[in-house]
């Protein structure tokens, strides 16, 4: 079973802080990314990457930054929290190959993030 | 940019009355099309893909290039199937990212 892990399942920051979120995948996945997730919105992809040190822009990429040191973490990185990034944060990961179903994606069970 | 709508936010029926949730896609092409499935405290996960052609827990989807639709239907409801569902699609031969839909959370009452 793949098994997608996330450093926190709650965390509340400052408005100016710093923040780190991990993800960690146990599968040798060549892709992986980070969802911003909120109601009446859905999911909203923030980043992702395909590859070890390799990192794409999803549709809001804003205030955020990533970086994928070693193919199995992803980690998401708020330079300076803002209220507005209140929202529960769900990483994926997804093959990447393997034919028909390289592109199905296994979640992380979520980080909720408050800022405060 | 490919564009996916599920244009009910909240769907309530009844135990064993039969439920459809819509999904729309706007790719012209030939897609890959999924539904995604989170129940109350547990993780997003794949319920169904199109090129599968299963019945997951009862449920079916299939596609209709004609309308661009995926719509996921289940004949009768159960309580369990009460959860968030995501429609996604991605362009087949394209990268390995999909599109999500806004998600409809379905409600099946006793």
């Known amino acids: 079973d793949v098994k997608v892990t996330q450093s926190s399942r709650y965390l509340v920051k400052r408005t100016g802080e710093k923040v780190f979120l991990e993800c960690v995948q146990d599968?040798?996945?060549?892709?992986m990314f980070w969802y911003r997730q909120d109601p009446g919105l859905g999911l909203r992809l923030i980043y992702f990457s395909y590859d070890v040190k390799m990192k794409e822009k999803g549709d809001i990429p804003e205030g955020y930054s990533v970086s994928r040191e070693k193919k199995e973490r992803f980690s998401l990185i708020l330079e300076s929290a803002s209220t507005n990034q209140t929202s529960m944060y769900l990483c994926?990961?997804?093959?990447?190959?393997?034919?028909?179903?390289?592109?199905?994606?296994?979640f992380g069970p979520g980080t909720r993030l408050t800022v405060l | 940019a490919q564009r996916v709508t599920q244009p009910e936010k909240l769907l309530s029926v009844f135990k064993g009355a039969p439920v459809e949730l819509k999904c729309n896609y706007s790719?012209?092409?030939?897609?890959?099309l999924f539904w995604y499935v989170q129940y109350s405290r547990q993780r997003l996960q794949l319920l169904l893909r199109h090129i599968s052609r299963e019945s997951i827990k009862g449920f079916t989807a299939d596609l209709n290039k004609g309308e661009t639709s995926f719509h996921l239907k289940k004949p009768f409801a159960q309580e369990e199937d009460s959860a968030m569902y995501y429609c996604a699609s991605r362009a087949s031969g394209g990268s390995y990212i999909p599109t999500f839909g806004r998600g409809t959370s379905l409600i099946v009452h006793p």
């Open positions: 994926a990961s997804s093959p990447g190959t393997g034919g028909s179903l390289a592109d199905t994606q296994y």
């Open positions: 790719y012209s092409g030939s897609p890959e």
């Open positions: 599968m040798d996945h060549e892709n």
